[in-house]
């Protein structure tokens, strides 16, 4: 089992922006010395929900720093960046980390970003797939052109070339994040791992990755290729010696964080969205994930395993919102719930 943290640099009631991104980067270290697997960055644009804006160039300051931990996105946005552009910058960091870094993408949401970067709803409505295709070109072929509705270029080569890595020749691994049962599809079809939602639990799970072997099959996967497929649960984590006290730390902190991270999203076109009751929602966090003594996480990370067939995890660890209770959130996740898996 691969346990790694969720990284998001949440701004809480009353912190600044530079205090947030300080703790990110300072979990992450922690994260490396504690012994996890992987840290997962996520990506937001204009709102305190969080406040890493390029989870690629936090990535390439965290491989900077680290040595051993992989880092990965959760998620880059495709609809607000250039695929070719993506890929570039993923093969640099595959190349220079010794083959640590996953590039993690994903469709976003129909947010002001698609008009500030100039992408427009119609990247996002329809042009996830032409752009996950042109990636996955990329960072598999030598030489590549464009003949699409949204990108049309000449054949240019790749370069660097990822899969010229010294440590890993399939070049740095893809995953997608996946929400419906279209998206689930699109990574059956190109045989790449998903990225599943901490909002969801271990029957939906189960469900999706199910769907995903489905149309893996259909598509002529090998028995192999779908069997060695490494799928990410995302979660919540807060260890505690007692499962009240653990569950008290994050009722306490996340649904300030929560309501004025979710209430700041602005849709592109004036649609309206119902965003999720933050009490509710934390509740229901606490419920789904390992949240309470270090056996009980050790027991409900076994559990959502051997339910969905997952063994990756990216747990949230900063819901405390606090920068000394983040590092001994990780610290005890290595030393306490690590060892239990094995």
């Not at 934390?282 to 997952?310: F, K, M, N, Q, W």
């Amino acid at each position: 089992m691969r346990v790694g943290s969720f990284v998001l640099a949440a701004q809480f009631p009353g912190q600044g922006e530079g205090e947030a991104l300080h703790r990110a980067v300072r979990s992450a270290e922690v994260a490396e010395e504690a012994g996890l697997d992987t840290v997962w960055l996520a990506e937001h644009h204009f709102v305190p929900y969080g406040t890493c804006p390029s989870a690629i160039t936090l990535a390439a300051l965290l491989l900077g720093r680290t040595r051993r931990i992989r880092v990965g996105t959760a998620v880059s946005v495709l609809p607000t960046v250039h695929p070719v552009a993506l890929g570039e910058q993923a093969a640099l960091l595959h190349h220079t980390s010794g083959g640590r870094f996953t590039l993690g993408v994903g469709r976003g949401g129909p947010w002001v970003d698609l008009e500030v970067f100039g992408a427009g709803l119609e990247a996002y409505e329809k042009g996830f797939p032409e752009s996950l295709e042109l990636l996955v070109r990329w960072l598999r072929e030598s030489s590549v052109a464009a003949h699409g509705e949204r990108f049309r270029f000449r054949e240019v080569p790749v370069v660097p070339r990822p899969s010229e890595a010294l440590t890993e020749a399939a070049g740095p691994e893809l995953v997608v994040a996946c929400t419906s049962p279209s998206s689930v599809r699109l990574a059956a079809e190109r045989g790449l791992s998903m990225l599943l939602g901490m909002h969801v639990g271990d029957e939906e799970k189960a469900e999706m990755v199910a769907l995903w072997r489905q149309h893996a099959r259909a598509c002529g996967r090998s028995p192999e290729e779908i069997r060695g497929a490494s799928h990410v649960s995302a979660g919540v984590c807060q260890i505690a010696d007692r499962r009240v006290d653990a569950a008290e730390t994050l009722m306490k902190a996340m649904p300030g964080w929560l309501k004025q991270g979710l209430e700041a999203h602005v849709t592109v076109d004036g649609r309206t969205r119902r965003m999720r009751d933050p009490l509710a929602y934390t509740e229901l966090l606490c419920g789904l994930h390992p949240v309470g003594t270090p056996r009980l996480c050790a027991d409900r990370l076994a559990a959502t395993s051997e339910r969905t067939g997952i063994s990756r995890f990216a747990l949230l660890v900063e819901g405390s919102g606090d920068l000394a209770a983040t590092e001994e959130n990780v610290r005890r996740l290595g030393a306490e719930v690590l060892p239990q898996l094995v």
